[in-house]
């Protein structure tokens, strides 16, 4: 008689337990990137939640990262966390899947290429030195100066327009939209977005002054009459192997996808790190003098000279994760590091918990931008650092969002230092993407002549 086969007996990360129904979501909901922090703290890098009915495993150790993102990416698509945002971008790079990304990816992959970079550089240090020659030394708020910055950049170097007369209402119309998005993908009972509620109103109007902004962009190119070398000229020159091109509603969706992710990801980023620069002002003096070793325009061929300001760029983002969360779910049953991810599971990396995993990183929460130098870089896992995320599914504008970042920081820091006003210090709201809540209220101080 044959021995009896048993079948492996399933094996579940540990996790909080939660209350019952709801499982973890009060917590997530009062503190986010608190609770992130302490699963891994408490139970271990790998750490189920539950929110409401739902599998929630978020992944704080690099081996397992890659695991999902890189080397079994195919299992893994974006949640379904991501219908939030697909009400705001569409079906654009950030949102899309399978065959349609991939095209899509294609067609836009050569507008970031470094030859191009180099035309964009120029750009964004002409845009940075017009904002720089308003100012005066009276208080402002930096994260408004930055959102007008990188929506003005983006706006030139991949469509060839100047949005900046449009940039307020540009920009509360965004901040509506992902603020819907964000409250939409959290909510525990969803409210159809057709219901005619206060709330779906507004976000209407916000995303009806989107569209039109959009539109108005592919319907000026369309009356040039040729499509232009930008990216917007690419894509509306893209065909099909049946010849066919995008429509309308693909061409809008990824205008939108670029100007949100050139724009506001941005613009966070470097709020936050002059936020940290005028904490430290030793690491300040330094970016100062590097930048101002450079005589004349800031241009790609001088960022090998901006290493350093590079490096605190980077510990920045390590710090404050523009994108601080984002999810794949299981498209069939895995196991990763040990433990069984059944499918439908959501599987999450925080680079804000993962950035400060004691693990990877001394003094996890001190800012040391030479944790970036070369040989330390080495000793690091590779996905122990994910500003970008990484694998297939990487950031297609991670090189042109640093050099921006290096350019505007060293055009503002040889001629101008940046304070936070007395009791100013920003607030984080983690939300679809890690902003300061009330602003970045600072004061301006001209630098002498040397």
Known sequence: MAAATTAPELRFPPGPRGVPILGNVLDVWRDPLGFFVRGPRDHGD???????????????????????LIDNAKSYQKSRNYDAL??????GLVTSEGDFWRRQRKLAQPAFH???????????????EDMIASWDESPFDMHHELMALTLRIVGRTLFSTDLSGEAAAIGEAITVGLKHANDYAEAVIRIPPWLPTPNN??????????????????EDRRKRGEPGDDLLGMLMSARDDDGHGMTDRQLRDEVMTLVLAGHETTANALAWTFDLLSRHP??????????????????????PQLSYTLRVLQESMRLYPPVWVFEREAMADDVVS???IPRGTLVAVCPWSLHRNPRYWDNPEGFDPDRFLPAAVERRPRCAYLPFATGPRQCIGNAFALMEGQIVLATVAREWRLSLVPGGAPVVDPKVTLRPRDGLP?????????
Do not use: W
């Open 282 to 303: 030793d690491v300040e003096r330094r970016v100062h003098a590097e930048a101002s070793a450079i005589e004349g325009p800031i241009g790609i061929e001088q960022l």
């Open 442 to 450: 600072m004061t301006r101080h001209r630098r002498s002549p040397a």
């Open 86 to 91: 697909r009400l705001v971008l569409g079906n």
């Open 114 to 128: 470094r030859q191009r970079l180099a035309g964009f550089a120029r750009t964004m240090a002409e845009c940075t």
């Open 338 to 340: 040990g433990f069984n």
């Open 46 to 68: 790998i750490v189920r939640f539950r929110f409401g009915h739902h599998r929630y495993i978020l992944l704080n150790e690099p081996d397992a990262i890659r695991h999902v």
């Open 201 to 218: 109103l507004r976000f209407k109007s916000a995303v009806r002054v989107l569209d039109a902004m959009v539109m108005r962009i592919i």
